[in-house]
């Protein structure tokens, strides 16, 4: 009989070989080859298994419908981030940079969720016990039912739970617990593998909700293999600029709930605080209107959020005059000033621009076209536009103006905040939306003269 021939396999992207290699040809990661020769040998004696009582298939048409069970976590923006609370049994991975606030915010979560009578474990691999009690105190999430431990073996962990008996337990982060049963450090790919089955086994017998904390790797994606997003049910993503204090919760995979869904917070000294309307973040607060300003709404998951666009427009001699954005696409920029320039008859090919937004916010859809453009021929004019305009929409190469995704709610959203006009497709060409926009600044004008007599 012939010898059966081993195959190996990538277990971060399936590429397949017929020998071991160190790095996968395909992705190029490291460790993530393995045989899998005995697993499809013992594949192939696998006989059928008679089926019989509820286990039995059955038509869609007649399976039982029932609402998910879940329970608040105290905190709304996250529980809208989660699809409306935290469903038992279910592993939820949140991830983000170093230092972005994931552990404040579990820290928080488990603050909340103890002050409503749930007993929360939660253990960090990465700081003691007095370490993060020093930040309870700081943040005011000290509670008798909420449990710490400093644990980085998976078998003591184990017995932790079987002590406490929690409702919710959180493990702070996967990437630094280790199991004995399985060779290799702490973080591999072989532990990473088996510290997030065993919490996540552990989830669906105790019927026990887990939150679990996974590292990032220099590209934002997450550490480890990617069977770890898989294996979990709920995979959020926290991130910001450690410039500013606003921080966002992302959903990128949710079986109970959509992944559309965005959680505002900001961050201050005395810990995490949500953020239910944010409407005013992004904007600034002079009564006054200034030139080179524009407003515009983005849509955030589904959350409409105001953002102010600024520009300034200043004559150079230098032969490559600078472009300088803060916030949104340098390359889309540099398109919007040839479209303003061939299309509008408005030239900044000899001044140096620069764009930027208000509050960090990070604009990279093309909904915020228009308001781009209109800054920058405010600025290029010097006539400011009125507080009560709002443009929304794309700009083509042709200088036509579309409509962006969710326009309507975003009209909606720019009239609840008392935005009178809001330019968008309706005004068909970047000529027609700048004649509607110049012909307000009239009236600006004409306020600030009786004003001054």
């Given at each position: 009989?012939?010898?059966?021939?081993?195959?190996?396999?990538?277990?971060?992207?399936?590429?397949?070989?017929?020998?071991?290699?160190?790095?996968?040809?395909?992705?190029?990661?490291?460790?993530?080859?393995?045989?899998?020769?005995?697993?499809?040998?013992?594949?192939?004696?696998?006989?059928?298994?008679?089926?019989?009582?509820?286990?039995?298939?059955?038509?869609?048409?007649?399976?039982?419908?029932?609402?998910?069970?879940?329970?608040?976590?105290?905190?709304?923006?996250?529980?809208?981030?989660?699809?409306?609370?935290i469903v038992p049994g279910a592993a939820v991975l949140l991830s983000g940079e170093p230092g972005v606030g994931k552990s404040t915010l579990l820290l928080e979560v488990a603050s909340r969720a103890a002050a409503t009578g749930k007993r929360v474990l939660y253990v960090s691999a990465e700081e003691s016990v007095d370490?993060?009690?020093?930040?309870?105190?700081?943040?005011?999430?000290?509670?008798?039912?909420?449990?710490?431990?400093?644990?980085?073996?998976?078998?003591?962990?184990?017995?932790?739970?079987?002590?406490?008996?929690?409702?919710?337990?959180?493990?702070?982060?996967?990437?630094?617990?280790?199991?004995?049963?399985?060779?290799?450090?702490?973080?591999?790919?072989?532990?990473?593998?088996?510290?997030?089955?065993?919490?996540?086994?552990?989830?669906?017998?105790?019927?026990?909700?887990?939150?679990?904390?996974?590292?990032?790797?220099?590209?934002?994606?997450?550490?480890?293999?990617?069977?770890?997003?898989?294996?979990?049910?709920?995979?959020?993503?926290?991130?910001?600029?450690?410039?500013?204090?606003?921080?966002?919760?992302?959903?990128?995979?949710?079986?109970?709930?959509?992944?559309?869904?965005?959680?505002?917070?900001?961050?201050?000294?005395?810990?995490?605080?949500?953020?239910?309307?944010?409407?005013?973040?992004?904007?600034?607060?002079?009564?006054?209107?200034?030139?080179?300003?524009?407003?515009?709404?983005?849509?955030?998951?589904?959350?409409?959020?105001?953002?102010?666009?600024?520009?300034?427009?200043?004559?150079?001699?230098?032969?490559?005059?600078?472009?300088?954005?803060?916030?949104?696409?340098?390359?889309?920029?540099?398109?919007?000033?040839?479209?303003?320039?061939?299309?509008?008859?408005?030239?900044?090919?000899?001044?140096?621009?620069?764009?930027?937004?208000?509050?960090?916010?990070?604009?990279?859809?093309?909904?915020?076209?228009?308001?781009i453009v209109l800054a920058l021929a405010s600025a290029a004019r010097d006539r400011p536009y009125p507080h009560t305009l709002a443009a929304i929409g794309e700009i083509s190469l042709a200088g036509e103006i579309r409509a962006a995704t969710g326009a309507k709610q975003r009209a909606n959203e720019a009239r609840r905040l008392g935005f009178t006009t809001v330019l968008g497709a309706d005004a068909e060409h970047l000529r027609e939306a700048l004649r509607v926009a110049f012909s307000m600044t009239k009236s600006v004008r004409e306020r600030e003269l009786?004003?001054?007599?």
């Amino acid at each position: 009989m012939a010898r059966p021939q081993s195959t190996f396999r990538c277990s971060e992207c399936g590429w397949t070989t017929i020998k071991w290699v160190g790095r996968c040809g395909e992705c190029q990661s490291w460790g993530t080859v393995e045989d899998t020769s005995a697993v499809t040998a013992s594949a192939r004696g696998t006989s059928a298994v008679a089926v019989t009582g509820t286990r039995i298939a059955q038509p869609i048409t007649q399976a039982r419908v029932g609402a998910v069970p879940r329970w608040t976590s105290g905190i709304g923006e996250f529980d809208r981030v989660l699809g409306g609370g935290i469903v038992p049994g279910a592993a939820v991975l949140l991830s983000g940079e170093p230092g972005v606030g994931k552990s404040t915010l579990l820290l928080e979560v488990a603050s909340r969720a103890a002050a409503t009578g749930k007993r929360v474990l939660y253990v960090s691999a990465e700081e003691s016990v007095d370490q993060v009690r020093l930040r309870a105190e700081r943040t005011g999430a000290m509670h008798d039912e909420l449990f710490l431990a400093s644990e980085v073996d998976l078998g003591v962990i184990l017995g932790q739970i079987d002590q406490v008996q929690p409702d919710l337990l959180i493990a702070d982060s996967v990437q630094t617990i280790s199991s004995a049963s399985v060779d290799g450090i702490a973080g591999g790919t072989s532990q990473v593998r088996e510290v997030a089955s065993t919490l996540i086994r552990e989830a669906k017998q105790r019927n026990l909700p887990v939150l679990i904390v996974g590292h990032v790797t220099k590209d934002g994606s997450i550490a480890g293999p990617r069977l770890l997003e898989h294996l979990v049910d709920v995979v959020c993503h926290f991130e910001g600029d450690r410039q500013t204090a606003l921080r966002f919760v992302r959903a990128l995979k949710n079986r109970f709930g959509p992944t559309d869904e965005v959680g505002c917070f900001d961050m201050a000294g005395d810990g995490i605080h949500e953020v239910p309307d944010p409407s005013g973040l992004f904007m600034s607060r002079n009564g006054t209107p200034v030139s080179g300003t524009c407003i515009t709404v983005a849509m955030e998951g589904r959350r409409a959020l105001p953002v102010e666009v600024q520009a300034l427009v200043v004559p150079s001699s230098a032969p490559q005059p600078r472009r300088v954005v803060n916030g949104v696409d340098s390359s889309r920029v540099a398109m919007l000033l040839a479209v303003l320039e061939r299309r509008a008859g408005i030239k900044l090919s000899d001044a140096d621009v620069y764009v930027s937004t208000v509050g960090g916010m990070k604009l990279t859809e093309p909904g915020a076209d228009l308001a781009i453009v209109l800054a920058l021929a405010s600025a290029a004019r010097d006539r400011p536009y009125p507080h009560t305009l709002a443009a929304i929409g794309e700009i083509s190469l042709a200088g036509e103006i579309r409509a962006a995704t969710g326009a309507k709610q975003r009209a909606n959203e720019a009239r609840r905040l008392g935005f009178t006009t809001v330019l968008g497709a309706d005004a068909e060409h970047l000529r027609e939306a700048l004649r509607v926009a110049f012909s307000m600044t009239k009236s600006v004008r004409e306020r600030e003269l009786d004003a001054a007599f």
